[in-house]
């Protein structure tokens, strides 16, 4: 029978860290979706103007045109990596144009607003459901509302049967949306696992990513994002997705918004936790993982994973692999060995995932990055 490791804490101080820890996650909650209004700017209105002008006493209309009104627009800011700029109000809102002057003089058109977003935002109109644009590219932008068109002056309605209209059009109002934004980040790569598995050891070891790395659980509590580049200058972007538990699918631990990130990934890293800190059963790991993903999405436990045994750096971890190795290799036998602290088994494990991402790309369409 294969026996877990000994547990090292109490299970009081387990039960006062959880409590803290949800008492205090939501203070530092990744901010992944947020539902805003938007409303375009308003178009100024038409001018009503007559030239007078000494030694013309009988001036023709002159009234200029109004500004039309400005633009809500979404623009892909490369520096973002969450939503949390956007929740602080509930509607925002383009200028107004400005109204048409005399002497034909057009109004001024009206500013557009910008709102930045991270690359992967998903924008979808709450009223019906509908799916408005997927943010994939650096530097997209999406115009989410526009501004009203000015109002004509009365220049406009001038005819040969009338030399003095007195007619003038208001500025068309701009157009109002309520929108549900939400980020799914875009990575060739996840890497998921327990809390405390080494996920934000590996990629800060094999990436440009620098995450907080800390002996406890949760100490990731937003994806970090990586781009990976090997010896023959072949890359791909990883995401260090934070820590599942049990209970993930229904939103425990932040779990829903983590297992969001997943599903645009192709290719999975399944870290198991063979240290002896870990008191659980690491093969049990496992199966609460793979269980979480398919009761969260059939689809997400279907993707190509490579399992993984991390912090495997010292013989009594290496011990306590071999008691679960053949079952581990009858689940994968592509099984990889690694040791972050170390370096251990990392470059066979980065020249798997490359076979399997050249695997994935010809039975699938090219993934935009």
């Avoid at 509908?130 to 002056?153: A, E, M, N, P, T």
């Avoid at 993984?308 to 750096?313: E, N």
Wanted: aromatic fraction near 8%; proline fraction near 6%; hydrophobic fraction near 35%.
């Amino acid at each position: 029978n294969i026996k877990p490791a000994v547990n090292k804490r109490s299970a009081s101080t387990r039960q006062t860290n959880l409590f803290f820890l949800h008492l205090f996650l939501p203070l530092f909650m990744f901010i992944d979706q947020v539902e805003i209004s938007v409303r375009a700017g308003d178009g100024g209105g038409g001018c009503r103007s007559f030239r007078r002008e000494k030694f013309v006493p009988l001036g023709g209309p002159d009234g200029g045109d109004g500004g039309d009104g400005g633009s809500v627009i979404l623009f892909v800011d490369s520096s973002l990596n969450t939503l949390d700029s956007l929740r602080h109000q509930d509607l925002y809102r383009a200028d107004n144009g400005k109204p048409g002057r005399s002497r034909q003089r057009t109004g001024k058109r009206g500013s557009d607003l910008t709102l930045k977003v991270p690359r992967g935002t998903l924008v979808r109109e709450c009223e019906s459901g509908r799916i408005l644009v997927d943010l994939k590219q650096l530097d997209q932008g999406f115009v989410l509302v526009r501004g009203g068109s000015g109002g004509h002056g009365n220049m406009r309605f001038k005819s040969a049967s009338n030399r003095a209209p007195n007619k003038t059009n208001p500025g068309l109002p701009g157009e109002i949306r309520t929108v549900f934004l939400e980020l799914k980040l875009l990575a060739d790569v996840g890497i998921i696992g327990f809390p405390n598995s080494g996920k934000s050891t590996l990629i800060s070891k094999i990436s440009n990513a620098q995450p907080k790395i800390a002996e406890y659980p949760f100490s990731t509590l937003a994806p970090n994002l990586g781009v990976v580049t090997m010896e023959d200058f072949f890359s791909f972007v990883v995401a260090d997705i934070p820590g599942l538990v049990e209970g993930a699918h229904e939103g425990k631990g932040l779990g829903i918004q983590f297992l969001k990130h997943i599903e645009r990934t192709r290719v999975l890293v399944h870290l198991v936790d063979f240290s002896l800190e870990n008191w659980r059963d690491p093969l049990e790991d496992f199966f609460v993982i793979q269980e979480e993903l398919e009761k969260f999405s059939p689809k997400l436990s279907l993707k190509p994973q490579v399992l993984t045994a991390s912090k495997v750096d010292h013989p009594e971890a290496e011990e306590k692999l071999n008691n679960y190795r053949r079952k581990l290799e009858e689940i994968d036998p592509r099984l990889n060995i690694i040791s972050s602290i170390t370096g251990k088994g990392i470059p066979h494990l980065l020249n798997c995932i490359r076979r399997i991402l050249f695997e994935v790309e010809k039975t699938t369409e090219p993934k935009i990055l």
